[in-house]
Nanobody, 124 residues
Framework: QVQLVESGGGLVQAGGSLRLSCAAS????????MGWFRQAPGKEREFVAA????????YYADSVKGRFTISRDGAKNTVYLQMNSLKPEDTAVYYC?????????????????WGQGTQVTVSS
């Protein structure tokens, strides 16, 4: 089993940056692909970014491509989401999750373990 804890959320002005972290525990963390999702009030949870368990392949939603970067540090069992040029529409609770899939996937149902989420608020 894998436990995930997100951190790094907060309030930032439009155009600013934040870096989210997702600390994982569990012996099999290194074998999991990882993803970031977000959920705004009244909306469904949506895919943001994914990274392979090796860390060499990444995949982004069109809405964040070129602004967000996902990375992982296997030694620290941590996945990061660097968010630049933030927009008010990026405001949401951000979640990290693990998937046993080898290929990069964007579906919520493909992910097995989830963190509790961290709030990101971008003011205009």
């Amino acid at each position: 089993q894998v436990q995930l804890v997100e951190s790094g959320g907060g309030l930032v002005q439009a155009g600013g940056s934040l870096r989210l972290s997702c600390a994982a525990s569990g012996r099999t963390f290194r074998r999991y692909g990882m993803g970031w999702f977000r959920q705004a009030p009244g909306k469904e949870r949506e895919f943001v970014a994914a990274i392979s368990w090796i860390g060499t392949s990444t995949y982004y939603a069109d809405s964040v491509k070129g602004r967000f970067t996902i990375s992982r540090d296997g030694a620290k069992n941590t996945v990061y989401l660097q968010m630049n040029s933030l927009k008010p529409e990026d405001t949401a609770v951000y979640y990290c999750a693990t998937t046993p899939q080898v290929r990069l996937v964007a579906g919520v149902a493909e992910y097995e373990y989830w963190g509790q989420g961290t709030q990101v608020t971008v003011s205009s």
